[in-house]
């Protein structure tokens, strides 16, 4: 599986709060906040559905793997998704090491690994 999607009863905005406090706590900041549905209106495209997209970083674990393998800046950073589906709240992210297992590296796949159990703890604290 190279995804990590759960369902929350909260709405988007307490999940993302939520969210955003659980990843405080493993030290990864939230550097930006994309609303796909906003800017495709504003480019007067029609989207019913709340899709956010947060870009997450924690700066020493991205040091970490850049030192390893500048490629890696690829997938930097983390992103994990808020969105509305059927009237359900879910938060999912790409799986890190899925993406890493692009570069063929041990160390970066062990990093990769950490970061993402971290991730889905942060996640699942958000529910």
Not at 28 to 55: R, S
Not at 86 to 98: L, S, Y
Not at 102 to 117: F, P, R, S, V
Request: negative net charge.
């Amino acid at each position: 599986m190279i995804d990590y999607t759960i369902f929350t009863k909260k709405n988007m905005e307490e999940a993302i709060q939520s969210l955003e406090e659980s990843l405080k706590e493993e030290k990864f900041g939230v550097l930006w906040k994309f609303d796909i549905k906003e800017k495709l209106q504003e480019k007067g495209l029609e989207f019913e559905k709340e899709f956010k997209v947060l870009e997450v970083c924690n700066p020493h674990e991205a040091q970490r793997v850049l030192s390893e393998n500048e490629m890696a800046g690829y997938f930097l950073p983390c992103k994990i998704v808020v969105y509305e589906d059927n009237g359900q709240t879910k938060i999912g992210m790409p799986k890190p090491t899925a993406l890493i297992n692009l570069l063929n590296n041990e160390t970066l796949k062990q990093i990769a690994k950490d970061i993402e159990e971290r991730l889905m703890r942060c996640i699942d604290k958000s529910i």
